[in-house]
């Protein structure tokens, strides 16, 4: 199976891996910016977000996108797999007895797997908890008569170990985009002194606004307690 | 011993061309059926093999390093010498042929020195459409900068590393005919012997330093290319795996050895620290561009640099070359600084070196400047020394470097032994008594490059009905049993003493008695030292392991052996040389002011040394030098 | 001073290595580290035993041959230099140094510390080179190249090709390395036209030396001892998708 997936040479895979992972990030902007309808006071927060959940759900579009994401997630998975494989095969069964390389490279570049792994797990639990019920499961309706998809998050987002939870994930999911978005570059061969320079910047910029977005959600319904109407 | 220099017929700016206009070629269709083995993958060897391969020649390549990037052509700092006149301050051909037989105290051929002068030229142009990123101005073109012992710019450089750079350059060509099959490569492989058949060079032995295996190589021709013998000193700026002992069998063949005593002390080294020091780094003649070389006035001055005013600092170079001042040539300003040494004027804890102090420069031009052009010297030297030197004056000593001498060739390269060529550092040939900064990675490239892939054809020509040379041939067979016998003796002996500490002991008598000054009582009595040394070597060696593995121990104790024979060699050429001439300085024949005394009436001639067996003293023959174009002069620097 | 040194030890390719434990008295400051090692092995045989068998040469900082893992660090704790030029006064008194060789699966070891790392060599075989012929190379200045464009071409030109971005690579990539050269030649415009080319032909062989993948950590411009930047392997990504992108 692997070998079929394997594609050429790992410089195509990394190609891979960074276009996969830069559509992510673009996902992720998207995402953000739905979420943040959260914020809004309860009450219209319940019928736009509501609202805004539909219209994901129903247009074609956005289907076709959000195909395009699921295997984006999928192959940049497996590709991280069978890089990761390779590395292994590449650095031979006889390691450093003494080894100090962590002090020349930033932790969660060295860490992109694990943390990957962990946002993985997240996910399953992220979709298992809104988007599996939303789509397969039982969703009360809100006044304007859509599923009440903002119910469920307001009363998810009141237990403080999920908010913890949450908080933790985006945490790993900074870290993961953190060096990701940069890497992406790279690999993709933005060479240039400057113009990488300036990229190196923008992702930092954008790691540090989807972070904080993605966190301050969770942690503003559980002190707002904001009431979803009936 | 019949000396033949075979050079050609006219006038000395057209001797080349007449000869490439009429040397013998090899069709391409025969040249695919002749077989060339290089020895060596410097500058010299790689640019051989390369270009020789790109003609159709089947070459094997050797070398004992780990790989052709590694040979230690890759070292040379400074730059790369030639005529192109980019400055416009009146460089031509002839005025670079002029400097150097010059710089070389008229004790090389005219006809050799001028070749290569011509060539010069060429070379920058093929290095650049290799890649070789050399400096640029800000306009796009190339950059120069001025060496020793010249009066223009004409010194081609990249940093401080290139060397490294044209190196780079024939490595790439040389792995670019590797991946089209036209090379064989044999990286980690060392030559322990020559193979002559009926009176022709066919073949090397070479050792796998990897498996210690012995190989047989058969060839139509062998050309050495395995760079200078200055490790014989022990500490010099040379690899530590460099070694004579390639030329040095070759010699035992039958190939003569010629002016084995001008070997370069280079004066801006850093001194050494202490018993165990293995090397001595060398700093790039291009810091005399800018700083000053002086000793304090006073003997054994206690006081540190900085405290030591202007008024008592001695700047010997400037005070006795005023003219040239700190860019005298390497052999003046090594004994310059040997002298004051000597006499009590060093610095530092051993009171073994002089100050090179840039502190006038940074005043002049600002530190960025000074930054720019020498940074990664600078650093270098912090590195090793732990100081500073934009802040304190850089401590510098002579130190071995060069070998002018080595195998005698002829104009087209070839030794005595007919098929047996040497190129680059390896050969006596173009650069006299001494070699000016800059043109030592010049002649290995153009020996490389330019002038053997025509003067091997000349010999070729003659091979074509020769067929395959066969390793199965009884001389192969003998040739491999004189290695086995030495390696097998060499470990055999299980004494007290390492190589290293052989090499050690020989180095420093070759620096007291055949270094910078020589004296006719010094060389007598280092004859009979280094044959007590080498009674000893074979007596008291000790070598741990076997032949048949992986033993660095084993290739030192070859080499050293080797090393032990050449010294007495080059003893004898110091002392048969009743004269004073480039870096080759008796102090019987110095002039009142302490220059060289050079006897043109009695000594114009290349000494060249034939083998007499061991134990024998060796034969010297004469190459008379025959001066058609100018006329020897007292070179001087004043 | 006195320095503890844990060593590998590996008789031969085949045979199982191990760290094995030695100790030196009266080490001078001023001492290289290999000269340092030098001075171990003037013992060990006069004791009877093997020397420990390393990679070096110039002993200058130049040639590459020379490659320690030196307590946990390519080339050792100082950064932008190389095992020869690293001098004992970066250590301590009663320091235990770990000293290992270079480990990557495409550097197999030949003895001790000794490796093989001919895997560079076919690297640029596959076309680290320019496709000119001796002797029929234009006028060098016929091509004006711009002094910033020579002085970024040198920086990427000077790697010595000693292995510590492989060896300190969590991937055993090799992509310093290629990228340096891919990059050198890709900058001057005497290189461009087979740009494309030699970046296809020298990733397939990095590849199939069995290098690992760059993951873009950065620690081996770290560790490079000529301070080569991975911008280089930015180039060199971007001239390989070059080359997907025309092909025909």
Redesign the interface.
């Known amino acids: 199976m692997f070998r079929k997936l394997s594609l050429?040479?790992?410089?195509?895979?990394?190609?891979l891996m960074a276009l996969t992972g830069l559509f992510l990030c673009f996902f992720l902007v998207i995402h953000l910016a739905g979420n943040l309808q959260l914020l809004l006071p309860a009450e219209r927060a319940q019928l736009q977000y509501n609202h805004y959940s539909e219209l994901l759900s129903h247009n074609i579009l956005i289907k076709i996108v959000s195909y395009v994401l699921y295997a984006s997630i999928i192959a940049h998975t497996i590709y991280a797999l069978v890089?990761t494989l390779?590395?292994r095969?590449?650095?031979?069964s006889?390691?450093?007895?003494?080894?100090?390389?962590g002090?020349?490279?930033?932790w969660y570049?060295?860490n992109?797997g694990i943390l990957g792994t962990l946002i993985f797990f997240f996910l399953v639990v992220h979709m298992a908890n809104f988007w599996y019920p939303y789509k397969f499961g039982e969703v009360p309706m809100d006044m304007a008569g859509r599923k009440d998809l903002y119910r469920v998050v307001v009363i998810a987002y009141r237990e403080w170990w999920y908010v913890a939870l949450y908080v933790v994930s985006m945490l790993v999911l900074g870290f993961h985009l953190l060096?990701g978005f940069?890497?992406a570059?790279?690999?993709?061969?933005?060479?240039h002194?400057k113009y990488?320079r300036w990229m190196n910047w923008a992702g930092r910029a954008y790691t540090l606004v989807i972070t904080a977005g993605f966190i301050l959600i969770p942690i503003w319904v559980f002190f707002t307690k904001p009431t979803p109407l009936p | 011993m019949k000396l033949d220099a075979k050079i050609p017929e006219g006038p000395l700016q057209e001797k080349w061309s007449r000869y490439k206009a009429t040397c013998r070629l090899v069709s391409p269709n025969n040249k695919k059926k002749l077989d060339i083995i290089v020895v060596g993958a410097g500058l010299a060897g790689s640019s051989a093999a390369a270009s020789l391969a790109e003609m159709g020649y089947r070459v094997k390549s050797f070398c004992f390093q780990d790989s052709p990037r590694r040979a230690h052509s890759v070292a040379a700092q400074g730059g790369v010498n030639a005529s192109k006149n980019y400055h416009n301050d009146g460089d031509s051909a002839f005025r670079m042929f002029y400097d150097t037989l010059k710089g070389g105290d008229f004790r090389a051929r005219e006809a050799n020195v001028y070749r290569l002068a011509e060539c010069s030229a060429n070379l920058i142009d093929q290095a650049v459409a290799q890649g070789v990123p050399f400096a640029r101005e800000y306009g796009g073109y190339l950059a120069n900068r001025s060496f020793g012992g010249v009066q223009v710019s004409r010194t081609f450089y990249a940093r401080g590393q290139t060397g490294q750079q044209l190196l780079l350059g024939a490595y790439s060509a040389l792995s670019r005919q590797v991946a089209e099959g036209n090379v064989q490569l044999f990286s980690r492989h060392e030559m322990l012997g020559l193979v002559v058949i009926d009176g022709k060079a066919r073949g090397i032995i070479a050792r796998n330093l990897d498996t210690g295996a012995i190989e047989r190589h058969a060839a139509h021709t062998v050309v050495l290319a395995t760079g200078g013998y200055g490790k014989i000193y022990y500490l010099s700026t040379l690899a530590m795996g460099c070694n004579g002992s390639a030329i040095w069998r070759a010699h035992k063949k039958g190939a003569g050895f010629a002016a084995a005593s001008w070997t370069q002390i280079h004066p801006t080294c850093l001194p050494q620290s202490g018993a165990y020091q293995s090397k001595l780094t060398l700093m790039s003649e291009s810091l005399r561009n800018d700083g000053r070389i002086w000793v304090p006035k006073k003997a054994n001055d206690p006081r540190p640099p900085g405290e030591i005013p202007e008024e008592e600092r001695d700047y010997y170079l400037e005070r006795r070359y005023p003219a040239f001042g700190n860019l005298a040539p390497r052999d003046i300003a090594s004994r310059a600084a040997k002298e004051r040494i000597d006499a009590g004027f060093g610095v530092g804890a051993q009171r073994n070196a002089v100050y090179l102090d840039f502190a006038h420069a940074i005043r002049e031009y600002g530190i960025e400047t000074i930054r720019e052009r020498y940074g990664n010297l600078f650093r270098m030297y912090e590195k090793i020394t732990g100081h500073n030197a934009y802040e304190r004056p850089m401590m510098i000593s002579p130190a071995a470097h060069f070998s002018m001498g080595g195998l005698w060739v002829d104009y087209e390269l070839m030794t005595t032994i007919p098929g047996l060529f040497a190129i680059g550092e390896c050969n006596f040939s173009d650069h006299g008594a001494n070699r000016l900064g800059a043109n030592s990675l010049l002649q290995a490239c153009v020996d490389g490059y330019f002038i053997l892939p025509y003067t091997i054809g000349n010999y070729l020509a003659g091979e074509l009905g020769t067929g395959k040379i066969s390793p199965e041939a009884p001389e192969f067979e003998t040739a491999e049993r004189e290695v086995r016998d030495q390696l097998g003796r060499l470990l055999t002996i299980q004494g007290n003493r390492t190589a290293t500490d052989y090499h050690k002991e020989l180095g420093a008598l070759l620096y007291d008695k055949c270094g910078v000054l020589r004296t006719r009582e010094g060389l007598r009595q280092a004859i009979d030292d280094i044959r007590a040394l080498r009674a000893d070597f074979w007596q008291n060696l000790k070598v741990p392991g076997g032949a048949e593995q992986v033993n660095s121990e084993l290739e030192k104790a070859g080499r050293v052996a080797d090393y032990l024979e050449l010294a007495e060699v080059m003893c004898y050429d110091a002392l048969t040389r009743e004269e004073s001439c480039g870096a080759h300085f008796r102090e019987e024949h110095q002039t009142a002011d302490g220059e060289a005394q050079r006897r043109d009436d009695q000594f114009q001639f290349v000494s060249v040394w034939a083998y007499a067996g061991p134990e024998e003293e060796p034969e010297l023959h004469r190459e008379g030098l025959v001066f058609e174009t100018i006329q020897p002069s007292v070179r001087s620097y004043k | 001073m006195k320095i503890q040194l844990?060593i590998?030890r590996q008789e031969n390719a085949r045979a199982q290595?191990r760290?094995v434990d030695y100790e030196l008295t009266d080490i001078n400051p001023e001492m290289s580290f290999l000269e340092m090692l030098d001075v171990l092995n003037e013992q060990l045989i006069q004791k009877g035993d093997m020397p420990v068998e390393f990679d070096h040469d110039c002993r200058e900082g130049i040639c590459g041959q020379c490659g320690l893992?030196i307590?946990?660090?390519?080339h050792g704790p100082q950064e932008a230099t190389t095992t020869c030029q690293l001098h004992m006064r970066h250590f301590k008194d009663g320091d235990t140094i770990?000293v290992?060789p270079f480990?990557?699966?495409?550097f197999p070891v030949i003895k001790d510390l000794r490796i093989d790392r001919s895997a560079f060599d076919r690297i640029i075989q596959a076309g680290g080179y320019i496709s000119t012929r001796t002797g029929d190379a234009p006028e060098a200045n016929a091509i004006p190249i711009g002094h910033d464009v020579a002085e970024a071409a040198f920086d990427a030109a000077a790697c010595i090709g000693c292995g510590a971005c492989v060896a300190?690579c969590?991937?055993?990539?090799a992509a310093l390395f290629t990228g340096a050269k891919v990059?050198h030649l890709a900058m001057l415009p005497q290189g461009q036209p087979e740009a494309a080319e030699r970046a296809r032909k020298m990733?397939?062989q990095m590849?199939a030396e069995?290098?690992?993948?760059?993951?873009?950590?950065?620690?081996c411009e770290?560790?490079c001892p000529q301070e080569i930047s991975?911008?280089?392997?930015?180039?060199?990504?971007?001239?390989?998708?070059?080359a997907?992108a025309l092909k025909k």
């Open positions: 050429p040479n790992s410089l195509t895979r990394k190609n890089l390779r590395s095969a590449a650095v031979g006889q390691g450093y007895a003494y080894d100090r390389r002090a020349v490279s930033p570049s060295r992109m060096h940069y890497s570059f790279q690999s993709l061969g933005l060479y002194t990488g | 844990k590998w290595g760290m893992f307590n946990g660090r390519a770990y290992e480990r990557s699966r495409a300190t969590k991937n055993a990539s990059s990733v397939a590849e069995g290098f690992g993948h760059c993951t873009n950590t950065g620690a770290v560790e991975i911008r280089h392997i930015a180039r060199m990504n971007f001239e390989y998708n070059r997907g």
